[in-house]
């Protein structure tokens, strides 16, 4: 080949890359055309699994959209809406591509990312990265990237695995749920802690609590008297129940039994979560009223220690009694204090809660009252590993609270001590009424 040839060869490869490269760039959409299969974007890039980050955040009449621990599933309802969620701690340019198939004929669907739409064309029944398109990150905190169907010839719009985040704002500081192991945990969300520091001889614990309206979704646990040995507070089992619960732990080696319970209360055993008794009392508990909890612990003289808790809700204008919990091998008075809340249902995930915590008193063995001001807040290993980054602490008022769930903004720093505003008045309890 003569030199000229070759030369000329040269500059028309050149110019064919360039014109495909500038066509690429066409199909990077930034406000809502349809975007074409992908091409390469340079830079680094993360992978952003659905199985970990994404949930059904609207449900159609009849859909029977979910998501599996690896995908969005089942999508066959245009009114249907899943969510998927991750944080940027930078601003600047998010690119954003998706990795889906398509069983059989062709799908368009349509991503909002940020609030900013984009329609894509898929069809196939590989798994194929589509672009999605290009935004502006203003300010930090998670990014919210809803998937709603737009048109399908087949049964049903696509199998969706992850979303592909690139740019100058992913070069660092970027949360997200990436260990598969534990899925289930971080759509679960972060759990976060008050740990109360007691003096010894500690005999009850008294604690009050208020769920602010509409920090209340199914699946939350607001868990107010904590000690080494279980834990006591209210929960939200459903749309249509509610719950007290007062659970103990089993010894190493032994079972903890209930020696006697109130009025409608259901006592069993648990397993899961460790093994042990639990006793809960059906309660319809209201956002935006304070309800007072109370729990003692008293050592025998033959190595074994009785836990009672007891509720007083304002509706009813007088102390309930839940159980009382014998724990075999064990000579203890009350150590360990601690509140918490967490969400036990994964579905949910993506709902925000939150719980006011204070008066926070305890009575020694002799009957001296002591005010716990402190608490040291912390976290569980979705929030201290970093897979999800909604949570929060500190103090309300007069009150310290704790927050999780939602993905809001800014998240509290962990592993801190609040200190609150002491009333300087313990509570009036005439413990020989007590029921």
């Not at 349509?110 to 290009?134: D, E, I, R, W």
């Not at 008022?397 to 800014?410: P, V």
Request: hydrophobic letters at 35%.
């Amino acid at each position: 080949m003569k030199k000229n040839q070759l030369h000329y060869l040269v500059c028309l490869m050149m110019l064919v890359l360039f014109s495909c490269k500038k066509d690429a760039q066409k199909n990077l959409a930034v406000n809502g055309t349809t975007a074409a299969k992908t091409q390469s974007l340079g830079g680094s890039s993360l992978r952003v699994s659905m199985g970990g980050n994404a949930f059904v955040t609207t449900l159609a009449s009849g859909g029977v959209e979910t998501v599996t621990s690896t995908t969005l599933a089942n999508w066959t309802n245009p009114n249907s809406i899943f969510s998927a969620y991750f944080r940027l701690g930078n601003t600047g340019s998010l690119t954003v591509q998706v990795k889906a198939k398509v069983a059989s004929g062709s799908s368009v669907i349509k991503l909002t990312v940020n609030g900013v739409p984009f329609n894509v064309s898929m069809t196939g029944s590989a798994f194929t990265t589509y672009n999605v398109g290009t935004v502006n990150i203003t300010s930090p905190g998670y990014v919210k990237v809803d998937f709603q169907g737009v048109s399908k010839t087949g049964g049903y719009y696509a199998d969706v695995s992850d979303l592909i985040i690139s740019g100058p704002v992913v070069a660092s500081n970027v949360q997200y749920a990436n260990d598969s192991t534990n899925f289930y945990w971080s759509r679960r969300g972060p759990s976060v802690h008050l740990g109360y520091t007691a003096p010894a001889n500690s005999q009850w614990f008294y604690n009050e609590v208020t769920v602010p309206v509409g920090q209340d979704p199914v699946g939350s646990y607001f868990m107010a008297n904590g000690f080494s040995q279980g834990y006591f507070g209210m929960q939200v089992n459903s749309s249509s129940e509610r719950r007290i619960l007062f659970s103990v732990w089993n010894p190493t080696g032994g079972t903890t039994t209930s020696t006697r319970a109130g009025t409608g209360v259901v006592v069993q055993t648990f397993t899961g979560e460790g093994e042990g008794g639990q006793a809960y009392l059906d309660y319809n508990w209201v956002a935006g009223t304070t309800y007072k909890f109370l729990t003692e612990a008293v050592p025998d003289s033959s190595g074994n220690t009785t836990f009672s808790s007891w509720f007083y809700a304002p509706e009813v204008g007088s102390w309930k009694f839940i159980t009382s919990w014998l724990r075999p091998s064990t000579n203890t008075y009350l150590t360990g204090l601690y509140s918490f809340v967490e969400n036990f249902t994964d579905t949910n995930g993506y709902l925000g809660r939150k719980g006011n915590f204070g008066n926070q008193w305890v009575m020694s063995s002799t009957g001296t009252w002591t005010e716990l001001t402190s608490a040291y807040f912390d976290g569980d290993a979705t929030a201290n590993n970093q897979q999800r980054m909604d949570y929060g602490g500190g103090i309300s008022g007069s009150n310290f609270y704790l927050q999780n769930g939602g993905f809001f903004a800014n998240y509290v720093t962990l592993n801190q001590t609040f200190t609150r505003t002491a009333t300087g008045t313990p509570p009036s309890i005439n413990f020989t009424t007590l029921p």
